[in-house]
């Protein structure tokens, strides 16, 4: 990761745009502040890209695009159904400033976050590696995008201060078997939810609450799947797993809904 984390500052300062490509389920989680504070030393523009935002509702998006806004012009896109690639490159063009030759334009962000992916939707499919399993782009691949965009894609890399399991758990990047802290991690998880889409708590788990803490929902949870230790008292690992299990199978995520 150190080796990893010298080449994307090298891109940073290589190149004349830098694209942040953050999930569009985790935002925020998956904004890495330590690459925007290199952009910002480097003085260097940069677009955050929301990618995979045909797994997100609507009225997230737009929320999470008007607070993403502040920091930076936002682009939302989805590079599986090729929604937003072209705004994203009128959007290239338009912050880039360069005459007369090609725009080197960095692509950078977490693991796995799509930043391949992202490169093949405004170049034309398969002309970046990509892969399910993160960690999959080594080095930096260049890809000649045409109308004098060529990207420099990177690999993914998280903050110093942000390696943590939640993030981890959150993104699927270490499963259940692999996370210390599983309580913690799935408690977290209950809260994002909490926060977010209650309903689909409630209803995949079949429970009802008011103002319960995350805490009381995970055995709230344990109780309705009937993981009981001995003498009755509800096993809160098995819970936390099964809650781990569920998020990163998809199962607690709303369909998407539709994207004009
Ligand atoms: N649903 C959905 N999946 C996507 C989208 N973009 C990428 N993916 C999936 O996300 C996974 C990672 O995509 P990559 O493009 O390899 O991600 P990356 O950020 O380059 O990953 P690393 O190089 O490993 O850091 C793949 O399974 C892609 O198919 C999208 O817009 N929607
Ligand atoms: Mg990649």
Redesign the pocket.
Known sequence: MASQKLLVKDVIKKADVLLE?VD?RFPDETRNSEIEKDISREKKPFIIVL?????VPKEKLEKAKSRMAKIAPAVF?????R?GTTMLRHKILEVADIQGRDIQVG?I?????????????VAGRGK???????????GVQIVNAGSRIVFL????VFPLDEHDEYIQGLLGIKDSTHIKDQIGVALKIIEKLVEEDRELLESFYKITFTDENSYDLLEMIGLQCNFLKKKGKIDETRAAIRIINDWQKGLLHREKTDIE
């Open positions: 490509v569009a990618n995979k935002c045909d797994l896109v989805s590079s599986k159904e929604f692509c962000g977490y693991p796995n976050t799509g930043k391949s992916s992202v490169i093949n939707g970046a590696s990509t892969s399910a399993i993160s960690g999959h782009t080594k894609d990177t690999p993914g």
